[in-house]
Each structure stands twice: as C-alpha cells, then as structure tokens.
C-alpha cells in the first residue's frame, strides 16, 4: 500500500470526523516504517484532537491489517508553516507569505519566499519583491506557508 492508497481509506473518515488531512508522509526512516498525518480543522486542532484522531485512522487501519507491516502512527497539527497542497488552499492562503522550493532550479535558483497570489490553470503565481513569478505546479518541490514572516496583528 503507498501513500495515496493510503491516504484515499482515510480521507472519507477524517472529514466525517469533521477533520481536513493538510499532508500524508509515508515513508522509512531508519528500521521503521512510519505513517505520519497533518490534521486540520475549522478553529484549529488541539492535542485532544489529535489523540482523538489517532485512535480513530489506527482503528481504521488495523481493522483487516489494512497496512501489512508495522509502522508508527502520529498524527499532528500542520503548524504555521503548513504545507499548501490542494487546490482551496492556493484560494485559502491567497495574499499570505509563502516559501517555496522548486525540483529543478530556475535561472541557478531552486528556493523562493514571496506573497501567494493564486493557481490558475496548473500555475502557481507568486509575488516575489516586485516580480510576479509564476511556477508550474509539478515543479514545485514544497509550498509552504512562511511563518519566519513578519506577523500582522491588526491595528491597535
């Protein structure tokens, strides 16, 4: 079973949770296999979520050894810096700081920190100082919220 595997059993539970999988890692690391889920959800998850949840997608995916090797489960909250993935996030987080890294460099440059402007037709726009840049969404790497950003609190 591979990561989207994976991910297509427990997306269906998760919303019906009313929970949002943000990111799905499957991967080994050292002698262990570990299946690692970045969980959201309107107003922000807490750790009791996150417990909550843990016991629910491990219940899933033990019922009928839907994984058939040992691994280790966590789940977590996707952080300040989550990562941007799905279409309603590129519409979600329009206007906020981002960073990116791209697979191949672009002009000797693979990272990139700017505002999110959108996706429009398999291309991510990005304002970076004053250039709008725009990259194809299959050669990025990782999108991530920027939270080394400045933080805007509002006037006062």
Known sequence: MDAKDIEALLIPLIEQEGGELVDLQWRREGHQWVLR?????????????????SDRVGAALDEGDKIPR?????????????????????ERFSGKPVKLRLRLPENGQRRFSG????????RVS???GM????????????????DSAAVDFGEG
């Open 37 to 53: 889920l970045f969980l959201d959800k309107p107003g922000g998850i807490s750790l009791d979520d996150c417990a909550y949840f």
């Open 115 to 122: 505002v999110l402007k959108g996706l429009c037709e398999g």
């Open 70 to 90: 040992a691994y280790v489960l966590e789940v977590s909250s996707p952080g300040l810096d989550r990562v941007i993935k799905k279409d309603k996030d590129f």
């Open 126 to 128: 990005v304002q970076v």
């Open 131 to 146: 250039d709008l840049k725009t990259f194809a969404r299959e050669g990025i790497e990782e999108l991530r919220l920027d």
